[in-house]
T-cell receptor
Framework: GAVVSQHPSRVICKSGTSVKIECRSL??????MFWYRQFPKQSLMLMAT?????????EQGVEKDKFLINHASLTLSTLTVTSAHPEDSSFYIC????????????FGSGTQLSVL | DAKTTQPNSMESNEEEPVHLPCNHS???????IHWYRQLPSQGPEYVIH???SNVNNRMASLAIAEDRKSSTLILHRATLRDAAVYYC????????????????FGKGTKLSVIP
């Protein structure tokens, strides 16, 4: 079945540094990927929709200059948290749509970001 | 997006069937009913989806009410590995743009499986 690989699974960084999270579709092409954020004991919140070869679409309240999304190929999208602060500590999850399975989204295993 | 309502939590004994309910009284005719589950510290996992007819796959069954205002996810024999948060989500298929495939997650039902 379709697999989405997300790395790293866990990262700890100092306040003010930037962190890049990668999301890869391993056996299918993903023209669209989605980035979510999840705080402890809360549900997933959509941050942005990433489209291959074009600019990402951000949800209201999500700073596009802080959360940089690049979707340069059909199998890779990256989320860079710039100048991270402790309040950015969260569980970040990507998902990808396989056009062969229209109604299914496949999710990465998530990245736990801790900003000290 | 049409809203869904699920119980916050449910318990089941291991190897017994589990019926997870979902109410979606404002569902539109083009809304697909999706179920995903999220194990602790993992990304969500697709379980099943349907439009009007009941659906079965190797993971679960989806029973959809005739008026489509509610549905039930059925796990035929709960195992400890089924302990997770189960999300019932509606996706409007009337929109065909790339962003239309985004899913809006609610709070879901936390299923505990008792050995």
């Amino acid at each position: 079945g379709a697999v989405v690989s997300q790395h790293p699974s866990r990262v700890i960084c100092k306040s003010g540094t930037s962190v890049k999270i990668e999301c890869r579709s391993l056996d299918f092409q993903a023209t669209t990927m989605f980035w979510y954020r999840q705080f402890p004991k809360q549900s997933l919140m959509l941050m942005a929709t990433s489209n291959e070869g074009s600019k990402a679409t951000y949800e209201q309240g999500v700073e596009k200059d802080k959360f940089l999304i690049n979707h340069a190929s059909l199998t890779l999208s990256t989320l860079t948290v710039t100048s991270a602060h402790p309040e950015d500590s969260s569980f970040y999850i990507c998902s990808a749509r396989d056009v062969r399975n229209n109604e299914k989204l496949f999710f990465g295993s998530g990245t736990q970001l801790s900003v000290l | 997006d049409a809203k869904t309502t699920q119980p916050n939590s449910m318990e089941s004994n291991e190897e017994e069937p589990v019926h997870l309910p979902c109410n979606h009284s404002t569902i539109s005719g083009t809304d697909y009913i999706h179920w995903y589950r999220q194990l602790p510290s993992q990304g969500p996992e697709y379980v099943i989806h349907g439009l009007t007819s009941n659906v079965n796959n190797r993971m679960a069954s989806l029973a959809i009410a005739e008026d489509r205002k509610s549905s039930t996810l059925i796990l035929h024999r709960a195992t400890l590995r089924d302990a997770a948060v189960y999300y019932c989500i509606l996706r409007d298929s009337a929109y065909s743009g790339a962003g239309s495939y985004q899913l809006t997650f609610g709070k879901g039902t936390k299923l505990s499986v008792i050995p």
